[in-house]
């Protein structure tokens, strides 16, 4: 895609945020290219919980009325709920057939905000005409660090431009931070690094991706300066705290209150372990007391990453409370033993880790500022069923079958509330989340008495049940069930700072 058509298609993007509140009022009889009646539309930010028909022209919802409409395709939706397309920000899948999984699960955007990448033109070129969902990503710190270390700079260049999950990237990343990633950067480089950091922020960068935990030569001075200048570019810090516990929580809350760096704090569910309760009353007195930080979980009792990743260095038994059968190996379903585990450390390979506790679940689940984000990772036999069933879960498992939550509340968390949190920094974002006039059509439309996850631990991924509709910019993905093909309505988002160049 020539860079031309990106910036045409991002500048076109950032322009139309002004018409969200502005333009004539639509008219009732004015024909829609494609119409939603009947549905219950839920919108999180008016509260607007009712049957409505829903006008669509191009990208854009135009119309949200009790009367009738005349549309080139009608839908009838009749009792199911036509929701705002959810927002994962936490997406390590960022391929085509990853996008697959997620647009059944009803997700319209999946960002790339934990660990981020460090080649934003390429990432963002590579996928503009050809990605299914919206798609965005963050600053990679951990990998643009490295550019600063003249020793293993050279070998930044070879992870090439995909993100901390995507296919052989991550283990060459986990290779690569093996060595370097025990390293410090010299002060007397911050400037290098934050040149190359702020270089990806002005290409479309949303914020900063600091999953520290996974290189942990980053000094407590260093992830501090990193906070001061997200604070200057007044972007988001997305951070995977350096370890589980509590006072892994209290040093990025105490940056950002220090710094005035925005900050949100990714599964913070598998970060706090038996921990959670604690973690969650430290997170809502921060916010009492004005720190601008937020939170997400996904609604799974296990984590997934790499065999080869800090978090299994020596002493990982007690500092999780778990032993070798507790670790699952993704290619194939096995349960490791102390031998099959340190063949598999030295080879690389992703693991599922079953760690955490129901009830955990229940304590954030019942807390209505905590975000729901996937951490899915990208489609491969045996991947964590997080990457393709997370929202059908909230909404089948907890909203409908176990009623830790409203419906509507679950809707807010995974469509409006990641909007909101992310508009400041991404001005698109505020016509996202929404089902209103003026909104972008990216849209779910689901049966609330049958929507449901099924991927599992012991199967290969499957695709999610009761997602009936999702729009994506007007452009339906999955209609009647079922995949549309050989559509790529998918657009990118881009930060602030971008600079069209």
Known sequence: MPRRCLLATV?????ATALFTGGSPASAQETYDVVLVGGTVMDPESGLNDVRNVGI??????????ESLVGTETIDVSGLIVAPGFIDMHAHGQTYEANVFQA???VTTALELEGGVGDLPAFLEGRTGTSLLNFGA???HGQLRIGAMPEYADALTQLGSGNIGEGDELDALFSLLSTAG????DPARYGQMKALLLQNLEAGGLGLGVPHQYYPGASYDEIFRVFEMAAEWYMPIYTHVRGMGISAFQEVIANSAATGAPLHIVHINSMSLWNIGTVL???????????????EAYPYTAAST????AIFDPGWQERLRISYGDIQLQETGERLTEETFNLHREKGGTVIIHMM???WIEQWMKTPWVMIASDGMPYAPGAHPRSAGTFTRVLGKYAREEEMLPLMEAVSRMSFMPAQRLERFAPGMARKGRIQAGADADITVFDPGRVIDRATFEKDLSKSEGVQYVLVNGVLVVRDGATVEDVFPGRPVVGRLYDGS
């Open 306 to 309: 790499g065999i080869a990743s």
């Open 182 to 185: 025990y390293e410090p950067v």
């Open 281 to 295: 009353d430290l997170i809502a007195g921060a916010q009492a007391q004005g720190v601008d930080v937020t939170g």
């Open 57 to 66: 022209r191009g990208d854009r919802i135009v119309i949200v009325t009790e």
């Open 357 to 359: 506790k129901d009830e």
């Open 104 to 106: 059944h699960d009803g």
């Open 11 to 15: 500048l076109l993007s950032l322009a």
């Open 138 to 140: 963050s600053v990679a």
